[in-house]
């Protein structure tokens, strides 16, 4: 079982910043990849960025392309989205999750933290 717990989140003003974290532990498995989901009240959840460590490809939103930085810590335990410049549209809960079958299109994702909230306040 994996074990991911996110934090970071909070009230924010507009054009503002947050980092996220993302906590992983329990048992590990080959899948390299990592991504972090959002969801906003009445909205589906999205894909916000995703990463495989194992090429260093990466994928963003759109809507964040640009103002997010998915990365990870040296001992591989930590996983954080920065956010810059954000905007009230950012308000939303955000997730980070894996899976053995993870993709960058954000399919097959099956371990999932318990979110962290975001509100930017404008």
């Known amino acids: 079982q994996v074990q991911l717990v996110e934090s970071g989140g909070g009230l924010v003003q507009a054009g503002g910043s947050l980092r996220l974290a993302c906590i992983v532990s329990?048992?590990?498995?080959?899948?390299?990849?990592m991504g972090w989901f959002r969801q906003a009240p009445g909205k589906e959840r999205e894909l916000v960025a995703a990463?495989?460590?194992?090429?260093?490809?990466?994928t963003y939103a759109d809507s964040v392309k640009g103002r997010s930085t998915i990365s990870r810590s040296g001992d591989k335990k930590t996983m954080y989205l920065q956010m810059n410049s954000l905007k009230s549209e950012d308000t939303a809960v955000y997730y980070c999750?894996?899976?053995?079958?993870?993709?960058?299109?954000?399919?097959?994702?099956?371990?999932w933290g318990q979110g962290t909230q975001v509100t930017v306040s404008s």
């Open positions: 329990g048992r590990t498995f080959s899948s390299s990849v």
């Open positions: 999750a894996t899976g053995p079958d993870a993709t960058l299109a954000g399919r097959g994702y099956y371990y």
């Open positions: 990463k495989d460590w194992s090429d260093f490809s990466t």
